[in-house]
């Protein structure tokens, strides 16, 4: 703003008086007055948001006043203020994740599913799963961006629950007095615990026989194989949702 030197002037944020003449009419400490070779300039140190909005520079002569005005913009970087906390559901719930941000202008907000494949979803603020399955279990990232700075990032993560799948099973026949080992491995979360049977009884630990539980997998180990111990085998994987079964023979070779 310029002054014949002679002219009072004066500065306004909206309708508030910053500075009338050298007289200091606000109290925030980061504003002053820079008055020189007929400038009559307001100067604000840390600009932040809140200084965003119209200033009215008033140069009061003895003929009529000369307002002036100007918009300051204040541009902000992204930054996320809230995001989904985690979430475990079972398979086949809709699921709803939300992500809000602040900046100036207004960031773009985008949503990553953090696997090898990094599908990107360009949804704002909120995504939406219709009949999530497991493969869409895992890490999600929410992005906010405009082009002040680089874009702010939060992860979130989703749990999918389901019932058991037996998917490998298996035995290899061995002779008698040799060792046997059978092999159950099941997909589950939570993950599941495990049960052995032959025919109809169930099988536990000890003369002869041993089985680890190792998270998805069950190993069955019969130590010194006898006649009466070949035959039919099943493995039971249970946990809050359900349970599937699967068997297998134990042949003598």
């Given at each position: 703003c310029?002054?014949?030197?002679?002219?009072?002037?004066?500065?306004?944020?909206?309708?508030?008086?910053i500075?009338?003449?050298?007289?200091?009419w606000?109290v925030?400490?980061?504003?002053?007055?820079?008055?020189?070779?007929?400038e009559?300039?307001?100067?604000?140190?840390?600009?932040d948001?809140t200084?965003?909005g119209l200033y009215?520079?008033?140069v009061q002569?003895?003929?009529?006043?000369?307002?002036?005005?100007?918009?300051?913009?204040?541009?902000?970087?992204?930054?996320?203020?809230?995001?989904?906390?985690?979430?475990?559901?079972?398979?086949?719930?809709?699921?709803?994740?939300?992500?809000t941000a602040s900046?100036?202008?207004?960031p773009?907000?985008?949503?990553?599913?953090?696997?090898?494949?990094?599908?990107?979803?360009?949804?704002?603020e909120?995504?939406?799963?219709t009949g999530?399955t497991?493969?869409?279990?895992?890490?999600?990232?929410?992005?906010?961006m405009?082009d002040?700075?680089?874009?702010?990032?939060?992860?979130?993560?989703?749990?999918?629950?389901?019932?058991?799948?037996?998917?490998?099973?298996?035995s290899?026949?061995?002779?008698?007095?040799r060792?046997?080992?059978?092999?159950?491995?099941?997909?589950?979360?939570?993950?599941?615990?495990?049960?052995w049977?032959?025919?109809?009884k169930?099988i536990?630990?000890?003369?002869?026989?041993?089985?680890?539980?190792?998270?998805?997998?069950?190993?069955?180990?019969?130590?010194?194989?006898?006649?009466?111990?070949?035959?039919?085998?099943?493995?039971?994987?249970?946990?809050?949702?359900g349970?599937?079964?699967?068997s297998?023979?134990?042949?003598?070779?």
């Amino acid at each position: 703003c310029t002054s014949d030197g002679i002219s009072k002037g004066a500065w306004l944020n909206r309708s508030s008086i910053i500075f009338a003449g050298n007289d200091k009419w606000s109290v925030d400490p980061r504003v002053s007055i820079v008055s020189s070779g007929g400038e009559y300039s307001l100067q604000i140190q840390k600009v932040d948001v809140t200084d965003d909005g119209l200033y009215t520079c008033s140069v009061q002569s003895e003929r009529n006043p000369k307002p002036k005005h100007l918009h300051l913009v204040v541009k902000v970087p992204p930054k996320i203020y809230d995001i989904s906390s985690d979430i475990t559901v079972n398979e086949g719930s809709n699921v709803s994740l939300i992500c809000t941000a602040s900046g100036k202008p207004d960031p773009t907000i985008s949503w990553r599913h953090i696997t090898p494949l990094a599908r990107k979803y360009d949804s704002g603020e909120y995504l939406n799963i219709t009949g999530i399955t497991r493969d869409q279990a895992g890490d999600y990232e929410c992005s906010a961006m405009n082009d002040i700075a680089s874009p702010d990032t939060k992860t979130m993560k989703v749990i999918v629950k389901f019932a058991p799948a037996i998917h490998e099973m298996k035995s290899h026949g061995v002779g008698l007095g040799r060792t046997a080992l059978l092999r159950c491995e099941a997909a589950a979360v939570p993950t599941p615990s495990f049960e052995w049977y032959k025919g109809e009884k169930r099988i536990n630990k000890g003369q002869g026989i041993d089985i680890k539980n190792l998270s998805s997998r069950s190993v069955l180990t019969v130590t010194n194989m006898t006649e009466d111990r070949y035959g039919n085998y099943t493995c039971v994987a249970a946990n809050i949702l359900g349970r599937a079964n699967a068997s297998v023979p134990l042949i003598r070779k």
